[in-house]
């Protein structure tokens, strides 16, 4: 059961919940949706179906995601909440002094230089053998026959091919981003209701289904993706790609009114919403749509972003605890900067610990 509202206000109308006997998918795309069920009626579970919408939604809506990306999972199975961080590092050979001795004062948003190692499909390899009804290459099935057989690109993501091409065109002069250009747009990007098949797609979800992902990491897709990458000037390596493993972590969570909301820890950037809840639960909403509720709540968020982008990094590196950042005194201390108007966020400064140092060194014999 479906509700929405439910953690603002301790109301929900009928028309606003939404029952389902034998499971469901909600995504983006109906598409997607639709492989994600057929497994779900072909015997697969929640996990399977996860995978098997995952994976297509990187065929029909490519423009939003894809196979080189990053995964987040919570799930929910026999009675306990699991955490999935299927993140990337940066390559190894590379570090700052890397790149400020190649003139960047920041990280290239795009181009070989700030690819990380793909966590997406060790995701859907994990999360199938460790709580997967069926195999893998049955979870998978259902987007390679959208790549192989195509489908009728949706209106919606028509629109965001075609944005992207024109912006691709402007930006992406170096030799290595043709590549792109011959896999995605060869001539331009497809209108809507055209129907687009990607064969060299399939091929990769293939190879990904009957290795179960192991070609991806340690095998032919591997060498291929780290040639390239290399040859365009990055810094993936084989051994990177091999050396890659997932991270089950708890899930952190803050109580709102009275219902526990789970996200993943840092490095993921979900504590960014505990941080906004947690201020909001100091205040009292009586009306669904005033002025100061949604003044309120862009506040909070505003707030929590700030902080997100000053402290959330890679858990060994952070400089205060998610315990600092989602403590009753910080929350309260961040809800006393919302006013009467709108402000120019600024991160905080949670009282954090120090530390100690000793050092001993025994008699040498």
Partial sequence: MLTFDALNYPYASRRNVVYAKRGMVATSQPLAAQTGLKVLQAGGNAIDAAIATAAALTVVEPCANGI????????????????????????????????RDLGHTEMPKRGPLPVTVPGTPA????????????????????????????????PSVAFAWQQAFKE????????????????????RAPMAGELWRSADHAQTLQSIADTGAESFYRGALAERICEFVQSAGGYLAQSDLADYRVDW????????????????????HGLVALMALNILKGFE?????????HHRQ?????????????????????????????????????????????????????AHGGTVYLSTVARCT
């Fill in 68 to 99: 080189g990306g990053d995964a987040f999972a919570l799930i929910w199975h026999n009675g306990q909440l699991h955490g999935l961080n299927a993140s990337g590092p940066a390559p190894m050979g590379i570090s700052l002094q890397t790149m």
């Fill in 123 to 154: 995701a859907w390899a994990a999360m199938s053998q460790r709580f997967g009804r069926v195999p893998l290459s049955a979870a998978l099935g259902g987007a390679i026959e959208l790549a192989s057989e195509g489908f009728p690109v949706s």
């Fill in 168 to 187: 691709f065109k402007e930006i992406f002069k170096e030799d290595h981003f043709k590549h792109w250009f011959d896999t995605f747009a060869p001539e």
């Fill in 249 to 268: 972590c708890q899930p952190i969570s803050v109580n709102y009114r009275g219902y526990d909301v789970w996200e993943i820890p840092p490095n993921g």
């Fill in 285 to 293: 909403f009586t009306d669904r749509d005033s002025l100061l509720t």
């Fill in 298 to 350: 862009i506040e909070a968020i505003k707030l929590a972003y700030a902080d997100g982008f000053a402290h959330i990094a890679d858990p060994a590196h952070m400089r205060v605890s998610v315990a600092d950042l989602l403590s009753d005194s910080y929350a309260a201390e961040r809800r006393a900067l919302i006013g009467e108007r709108a402000a120019l966020p600024m991160p905080g400064e949670p």
